[in-house]
């Protein structure tokens, strides 16, 4: 029988998790090149789809340009031809990206696959070219460890190779299909920059960066707008990322640093998750305007004067923080959305020379922003002294004592937890659960010292933090150390797993989501063209599966290998596609506790990858997360149930 919440008051009405977990009516909002449409996601066949309407229209005008019904599209690009518009799409979560052309004077036509390729082939890096009309560049591996450069004729879908990757560990950087530069990644794991002879091809060292520093590799790693110089998010002699150029004769110059805060570069996961870019860049000129730094909330550095006008006065529309920000040409009409904790994704149409403004839409208009809890940033320090950030979120309308606690453990583990809004959060703060999500060790984003603190520590220094700040949280009276719970996906899910193995009295419920069990057989279950990149992150961090002491050592600090002492409920969820931590990975920890008569749920969705994303999905995922966490730690539980998905399944 579940148990409210042991304080004083009353929570808001249970929010239903078709509210919280459907997908957004509108986002992504972006305006066209010559002002006259504007682009965004909104759902048709219960998927996202992208529709185009006129600028001053609205949606009822617009028309949905795109037919998914499989898997709904997440990423488009408008094109220089105002004809064309492009999108990518993998297949029930393989990964495996393609890019997409749709016509829009011919909308109700099949898109277009510009890259089409072999099963395992993928498409990477979109880059519209201004020097060749109509052109696009992107990276494919026809050659499976490759990703040559191809040069893509968008209209009738023409390509030739425009330049061929030579090294695995190398390549060429420059837009508009330049090579004045060079990088590789060198035997020790540095990051390795230099500038090249346009006449001779010859190359000189002109910037190393320490691998150990950049886990998940140099980003930004970009040209400047005339292709002269290199632009790097390095830390150099800091211990906060900053902006860096690099010019051909190794000359550096800061372009953007804020003291005690690292650039918020977690847009480097990949232009297929829509992250908040790092830099904000001209649409007219191709230069950087802006940068992002983290913070309690992230905060723009803006480098452009008329950027810094036209973003003075997109402030005053929100007290949350900048996502996305579009123009036209001219530089005057803009689509602007927000990043917020409790009304999140408002967006914008705003026009520079009026100084006027009109909101384009919520994404989320049946959410009321009065019935959900505000994220506020937490700061306290490891067992070793190290600090360490986070955020507590905490259910309305109850005095916050005593509440049963979940943990949030994010993946990676080089990303990290971000002000805004976190629907898994405002879930569990609404059934009554404090929520803690913290940066542990080995998190990006607060410094290199804090990132290479991690190292080796897979299990042990990275999982005390966890347990530091969950007991932090006892410590101020807010939670009930006799009802703590454990959830992660990915990295967080071998840290959920981490937590009922080498702590197993601690929690008293856990739920695993397409977490590693086994450090060793996730490392040789890598696509083949990931493994040589692997030197600074899980190679340094976690160990060398080739090497028998280190072997040992990953097996020590795998879950799988001591299933022998789980005693925490627990419940598994996996997507059967997912190209990053493999099925079998969640199968290995299901059969071994099952084998010892353990109870344990075990729900695969056939039609998902690293990540449930399809919203029948998503929504019956986390109906079963509310019902497991109900039932040990008696936090709220909605009596609607759903039936089963086609492509769900109980395992």
């Known amino acids: 029988m579940s148990k409210t919440p042991s304080s004083a008051g009353s929570l808001p009405r249970l929010i239903d998790i078709d509210e919280l977990f459907a997908d957004p009516v509108f986002s992504n909002a972006s305006i066209s090149p010559d002002g006259k449409r504007i682009a965004y996601l909104a759902p048709k066949n219960d998927r996202t789809n992208v529709w185009v309407r006129g600028v001053h ?88 460890m490759f990703f040559d450069l191809f040069e893509v004729d968008i209209a009738t879908g023409e390509t030739r190779l425009h330049r061929e990757q030579s090294d695995v560990m190398g390549s060429y950087l420059g837009s508009e ?101 790092t830099l904000l860049t001209s649409r007219r000129t191709g230069e950087v305007i802006a940068v992002r730094f983290v913070g309690d909330k992230a905060t723009i550095k803006p480098l452009d004067p008329h950027f810094a006008e036209v973003y003075a006065e997109l402030s005053k ?63 306290l320090k490891a067992r070793d002294g190290l600090p360490l950030h986070g955020f507590l979120t905490l259910p309305l309308g109850v005095e916050p004592k005593g509440l049963p606690l979940i943990l949030c453990v994010h993946g990676g583990p080089w990303i990290y937890n971000r002000w805004g809004y976190d629907r898994e959060a405002q879930l569990f703060a609404n059934r009554g659960y404090a929520v803690l999500q913290v940066n542990f060790r080995g998190s990006l984003g607060y410094g290199k010292r804090h990132v290479t603190a991690g190292i080796k520590e897979l299990a042990g220094k990275m999982h005390d933090d966890l347990i530091d700040a969950a007991d932090w949280v006892v410590k101020q009276g807010i939670a009930d150390p006799k009802r703590m719970g454990i959830m992660g996906g990915s990295y967080g899910g071998y840290a959920t797993l981490v937590g009922v193995t080498f702590t197993p009295d601690y929690f008293a419920a856990a739920c695993e989501y397409v977490g590693v069990s086994n450090l060793v057989t996730f490392m040789r279950s890598q696509p083949e063209f990931v493994k040589p990149h692997l030197v600074n992150n899980w190679m340094l961090y ?110």
């Open 57 to 144: 229209e609205e949606h009822d005008k617009a028309i949905c340009v795109t037919h998914d019904s499989r898997r709904g599209i997440k990423k488009y690009y408008w094109t220089r031809d105002p004809r064309w518009l492009l999108y990518i799409q993998d297949t029930d979560g393989n990964e495996e990206w393609h890019v997409y052309r749709v016509d829009l004077e011919a909308p109700d036509k099949p898109a277009v696959d510009l890259t089409p390729l072999p099963p395992g082939g993928r498409a990477l890096g979109i880059e519209i070219l201004k020097s060749a009309p109509g052109k696009m560049l992107v990276g494919m591996n026809r050659r499976p």
């Open 177 to 277: 299909g330049r090579a004045n530069f060079y990088q590789e990644m060198a035997k020790n794991g540095d990051y390795e920059f230099y500038a090249v002879d346009e006449q001779t091809g010859d190359k000189r060292l002109i910037y190393r960066a320490p691998g150990r520093e950049h886990a998940s590799g140099v980003y930004p790693m970009t040209e400047t707008a005339d292709g002269n110089s290199l632009l790097l998010g390095v830390y150099q002699d800091s211990d906060d990322l900053r902006l860096v150029r690099v010019d051909p004769d190794g000359k550096q110059t800061v372009i953007a640093t804020e003291p005690g805060h690292s650039l918020d570069n977690i847009a480097f996961l990949g232009e297929q998750f829509n992250l908040p870019p």
């Open 317 to 379: 529309l929100s007290d949350g923080v900048l996502a996305s920000a579009s123009s036209d040409e001219s530089e005057q009409l803009w689509v602007a959305s927000f990043i917020h904790d409790r009304d999140p994704g408002l967006t914008y149409l705003y026009d520079h020379r009026t100084r006027k403004s009109r909101l384009l839409f919520r994404p989320f208009p049946k959410l009321n922003p009065a019935e959900l809890a505000p994220m506020k940033p937490v700061a």
């Open 542 to 651: 976690a160990g060398d599966p080739d090497d028998p002491v280190q072997e040992a050592d990953m097996l020590a600090r795998s879950p799988v290998t001591r299933v022998d002492r789980i005693r925490t409920p627990l419940l598994v969820l996996q997507g059967r596609n997912d190209a990053r931590v493999v099925k079998a990975e969640s199968d290995n920890i299901v059969a071994s506790l099952r084998k010892r008569g353990v109870p344990v749920e075990y729900l695969v969705a056939d039609d998902e990858g690293h990540g449930f994303q399809n919203p029948e999905n998503v929504k019956l995922m986390y109906r079963a997360v509310e019902r497991h966490f109900g039932k040990y730690l008696g936090g709220r539980i909605s009596s609607r149930d759903v039936p089963m998905p086609p492509h769900m399944r109980q395992a």
